[in-house]
Nanobody, 123 residues
Framework: QVQLAESGGGLVQAGGSLRLSCAGS????????WGWFRQGPGKERELVAA???????HYADSVKGRFTISRDDAKNTVYLQMNRLKLDDTAVYYC?????????????????WGQGTQVTVSS
């Protein structure tokens, strides 16, 4: 059974940093595309960042230059380093994996999801 487990969320002041981790189990994810999504209060779930099996990346405009996605296939893990956090970054963050080599921006194209981790940015 495939499972994704996020960790690293929490409460941080604006301008601070957090690193999220997502560990996959039940299969090898080296040929999958990983994505980090978030859903803020009253908002739709949106793609924050994605990374393909070859290391190509995509970022939402709102996080470019502040967030970095990376993967460690030996550990079946994807990371999201979040720097210079803003109040608007407050959300539940989800990792997801897609059985494809290609990055896709839509939530419906991802096959596996974690349960989410809360990130709260305070002023």
């Amino acid at each position: 059974q495939v499972q994704l487990a996020e960790s690293g969320g929490g409460l941080v002041q604006a301008g601070g940093s957090l690193r999220l981790s997502c560990a996959g189990s039940g299969q090898t994810f080296s040929r999958n595309t990983w994505g980090w999504f978030r859903q803020g209060p009253g908002k739709e779930r949106e793609l924050v960042a994605a990374i393909s099996w070859s290391g190509n990346t995509h970022y939402a405009d709102s996080v470019k230059g502040r967030f970095t996605i990376s993967r460690d296939d030996a550990k079946n893990t994807v990371y999201l380093q979040m720097n210079r956090l803003k109040l608007d970054d407050t959300a539940v963050y989800y990792c997801a994996a897609r059985r494809s080599w290609v990055i896709d921006l839509s939530t419906s194209s991802y096959d596996y999801w974690g349960q989410g981790t809360q990130v709260t940015v305070s002023s």
